[in-house]
Nanobody, 129 residues
Framework: QVQLVESGGGSVQAVGPLRPSCVAFRYSNSSSSMGWFRQAPGKERDGVAGIYTGGGTPYYADSVKGRFTISQDNAKNTLYLQMNSLKPEDTATYYC??????????????????????WGQGTQVSVSS
């Protein structure tokens, strides 16, 4: 059973930065589709960024484009989300998700909740003005 563990959230003032990470345990696939999602209180869980770790175009929500960068270290089975120019509206619990061995492309698939079977427990990001 794949296990995803996020860390690196925290409380910061506007601008930030923060870099949450997600380590995948019991993960034997060299290439997978992975994504970052976030959920604010009272709101749905929305896609923030998605990537195919075997290479390809990453996708971002319009609200974070140009400020956030998704990346991976395949040797460490780790996914990152570099978050710059943070705003109070970025406050949410951030989750990583994985679909091992699956090649997904395009914004809808890589940033869609239904693409992913495995989810982490989330890491809280709080941004104050």
């Amino acid at each position: 059973q794949v296990q995803l563990v996020e860390s690196g959230g925290g409380s910061v003032q506007a601008v930030g930065p923060l870099r949450p990470s997600c380590v995948a345990f019991r993960y034997s696939n060299s290439s997978s589709s992975m994504g970052w999602f976030r959920q604010a209180p009272g709101k749905e869980r929305d896609g923030v960024a998605g990537i195919y770790t075997g290479g390809g175009t990453p996708y971002y929500a319009d609200s974070v484009k140009g400020r956030f960068t998704i990346s991976q270290d395949n040797a460490k089975n780790t996914l990152y989300l570099q978050m710059n120019s943070l705003k109070p509206e970025d406050t949410a619990t951030y989750y990583c998700a994985a679909e091992p061995g699956a090649y997904c492309s395009g914004r809808v698939r890589l940033m869609g909740r239904t693409t992913y079977r495995y989810w982490g427990q989330g890491t809280q990001v709080s941004v104050s003005s």
